[in-house]
Structure formats: structure tokens, C-alpha cells
């Protein structure tokens, strides 16, 4: 499998799904993950929560399972997690494993694979439509989404879209979100006591994209959507500038306005590793 370059220095974007595919070892800090978050609910308007989120740890530093392995092999990761709101019940899970490189890609439906402990998954992502399935012994998703053409890129203090500083000076990396897809499809898991339930349902959703060079290893991420859909996305640093104070209510307006330009203490050099992002409906 031939995978995509990317550089650091002279930042350049392809299409969103161009980028999709998965990018070769450009540092000993490549990373990259695929992300998606929904609130579906199953035909007489129960709610749940979803997420799965699979991780490529492709440089050395990103991971200690990617010291060591052979140039055509990678380390990798998910995320996956599940909430049944009316039976108050949680799946979470984390499956790692350590791959061939050319099995985490198929070409003739630009489709991310993913296969590692008793998890298997295809996502394929073509013009304004993605197909998602995850299969597992307890949770499996079988979900078509779309309205994958409205794309949204993060913008920073570097002002280069598409492009973020991610803490550290030397930690950069390229970012975009897909920030409304509807979603249509099936749920099946073992629930509360056991039983095995399959649902069929419809929500919505949100996609992000990531990958460069990059170490930072905390972050907060939140989405919160209200009736009036506007959508956007924020960063806050956790460390400010020193001695900046924030007069009362102005963090919140600094994480909701970061669409428009960000706060004046976001433009300044504040070295740090850690910082949250907020994507927001209004």
C-alpha cells in the first residue's frame, strides 16, 4: 500500500477525502485518528450515545508498541464507546494490536480498516456519503452517513487553514472536522442483563480528522448541540499567556468565538502540550 506524505514546513491540503487515507512515517511523533461521535435514536425515540474513534501511532514517540517494528507495520488503537440512556448502560472499550501496513487500507472503496483484538471495521468515505461498520462480540455498528461534503477546517494562530499548532511549538498538525452528518443505520449489542438487542436508527453526527507530528497527550474535547444547528469549533490552551487574567464570562466567549478570530491571548506564544477543544451548534 502507498501511503500519503504530508510536510510540516510547507504545509498543503488534499481534498478531505484525498486525506482520508491513512499517511506514511513522516517523524518519530506521526499520529493520526479518525473520529466520530453521535446522538441517534432507534425508532420510538429512545436516545444513545456513540463513538469510535481508531488511532494510527506510526512514530516511535507516539507510542512505545511502534518502537522497534518494521518500517511496513504499525501500532494502532480505538476508541469505542456506546451509551443506552434508557437502560442506563455503558460499553467502552480500547483494543490495541499491531498490524501490516497495507491491512489498513482498501483502495477500491477508500475504506480505513481496522483489526485488532476481536474488533473489525471498514470506513469508507466517497464524495458526500460514508459507510461505517464496527463488528465485535458485544457492540456492532453497521451506519451510512451523510452530508459528509460540508467540511470544516481548523484555523489558528498559525492563520493557515487546515493547519494547527497543537501545543508545542514543534507539535503541528493538519485538521478537519465534518461538523453535521445525519446517520442511518443499525446497533447491535448485549445490553443490561445479557440481552442481545439490535436497533435500527437515525441521528446525527460528527466527524474530525487528524494527523502530523504531534505529542500532545491531553486534551478535552466536548460537542454540544442545541436547536439552532450553527456549527463551530474552538481550542482552548490550557496554559495562558503569564499574568493574562480573563475578565468573568470571557472564557466562554473566547471558546465560542474562535470562529470568527481568535482572543487576542490565543495569538501570543503560550508553550504548552495540552489544550481542550470544543465543537459547538448554535
Same mark, same amino acid.
Given at each position: 500500500?502507498?501511503?500519503?506524505?504530508?510536510?510540516?514546513?510547507?504545509?498543503?491540503? *488534499?481534498?478531505?477525502?484525498?486525506?482520508?487515507? !491513512?499517511?506514511?512515517?513522516?517523524?518519530?511523533?506521526?499520529?493520526?485518528?479518525?473520529?466520530?461521535?453521535?446522538?441517534?435514536?432507534?425508532?420510538?425515540?429512545?436516545?444513545? /450515545?456513540? @463513538?469510535?474513534? =481508531?488511532?494510527?501511532?506510526?512514530?516511535?514517540?507516539?507510542? =512505545? %508498541?511502534s518502537a522497534g517494528l518494521p518500517?511496513?507495520?504499525?501500532?494502532?488503537?480505538?476508541?469505542? #464507546?456506546?451509551? +443506552?440512556?434508557?437502560d442506563n448502560f455503558r460499553i467502552?472499550?480500547? =483494543? @490495541? #494490536?499491531?498490524?501490516?501496513?497495507?491491512?489498513?487500507?482498501?483502495?477500491?472503496?477508500?475504506?480505513?480498516?481496522?483489526?485488532?483484538? +476481536? $474488533?473489525?471495521?471498514?470506513?469508507? $468515505?466517497?464524495?458526500?456519503?460514508?459507510?461505517?461498520?464496527?463488528?465485535? =462480540?458485544?457492540?456492532? $455498528?453497521?451506519?451510512?452517513?451523510?452530508?459528509?461534503?460540508?467540511?470544516?477546517? &481548523?484555523?489558528?494562530?498559525?492563520?493557515?487553514?487546515?493547519?494547527?499548532?497543537?501545543? %508545542?511549538?514543534?507539535?503541528?498538525?493538519?485538521? $478537519?472536522?465534518? !461538523?453535521?452528518?445525519?446517520? @442511518?443505520? *443499525?446497533?447491535?449489542?448485549?445490553?443490561?442483563?445479557?440481552?442481545?438487542?439490535?436497533?435500527?436508527?437515525?441521528?446525527?453526527?460528527?466527524?474530525?480528522?487528524?494527523?502530523?507530528? /504531534?505529542?500532545?497527550?491531553?486534551?478535552?474535547?466536548?460537542?454540544?448541540?442545541?436547536?439552532?444547528?450553527?456549527? #463551530?469549533?474552538? @481550542?482552548?490552551?490550557?496554559?495562558?499567556?503569564?499574568?493574562?487574567?480573563? !475578565?468573568?464570562?470571557?472564557?466562554?466567549?473566547?471558546?465560542?468565538?474562535?470562529?470568527?478570530? !481568535?482572543?487576542?491571548?490565543?495569538?501570543?506564544? %503560550?508553550? &504548552?502540550?495540552?489544550?481542550?477543544?470544543?465543537?459547538?451548534?448554535?
Amino acid at each position: 500500500m502507498a501511503t500519503l506524505s504530508y510536510s510540516i514546513t510547507e504545509p498543503a491540503l *488534499r481534498s478531505p477525502v484525498a486525506e482520508w487515507q !491513512p499517511h506514511g512515517k513522516q517523524s518519530e511523533s506521526t499520529t493520526e485518528w479518525w473520529y466520530l461521535t453521535a446522538v441517534v435514536h432507534d425508532t420510538v425515540g429512545n436516545p444513545y /450515545f456513540l @463513538v469510535w474513534c =481508531p488511532f494510527h501511532f506510526t512514530g516511535e514517540k507516539a507510542s =512505545p %508498541a511502534s518502537a522497534g517494528l518494521p518500517r511496513d507495520q504499525r501500532a494502532i488503537a480505538a476508541m469505542t #464507546g456506546f451509551t +443506552d440512556y434508557r437502560d442506563n448502560f455503558r460499553i467502552g472499550d480500547f =483494543p @490495541v #494490536g499491531v498490524v501490516n501496513e497495507a491491512d489498513t487500507w482498501d483502495a477500491t472503496t477508500n475504506s480505513l480498516r481496522f483489526a485488532a483484538r +476481536d $474488533y473489525k471495521s471498514e470506513w469508507s $468515505y466517497n464524495g458526500d456519503t460514508m459507510h461505517l461498520t464496527v463488528t465485535s =462480540p458485544q457492540l456492532s $455498528y453497521d451506519l451510512r452517513l451523510t452530508g459528509a461534503e460540508q467540511v470544516m477546517y &481548523a484555523k489558528d494562530k498559525l492563520g493557515i487553514q487546515g493547519f494547527i499548532q497543537e501545543g %508545542a511549538r514543534e507539535d503541528r498538525s493538519y485538521y $478537519y472536522s465534518l !461538523p453535521r452528518v445525519e446517520i @442511518v443505520g *443499525r446497533i447491535t449489542y448485549i445490553g443490561k442483563g445479557g440481552v442481545r438487542r439490535e436497533i435500527d436508527v437515525t441521528g446525527q453526527g460528527w466527524v474530525d480528522r487528524q494527523w502530523g507530528d /504531534f505529542l500532545t497527550k491531553s486534551w478535552e474535547w466536548s460537542s454540544v448541540r442545541f436547536f439552532q444547528r450553527r456549527p #463551530g469549533q474552538s @481550542v482552548q490552551l490550557r496554559q495562558q499567556p503569564p499574568g493574562r487574567d480573563l !475578565p468573568e464570562g470571557r472564557r466562554l466567549h473566547a471558546m465560542a468565538g474562535l470562529l470568527s478570530r !481568535p482572543p487576542e491571548w490565543l495569538s501570543q506564544d %503560550a508553550p &504548552a502540550r495540552s489544550m481542550a477543544i470544543m465543537g459547538l451548534e448554535l
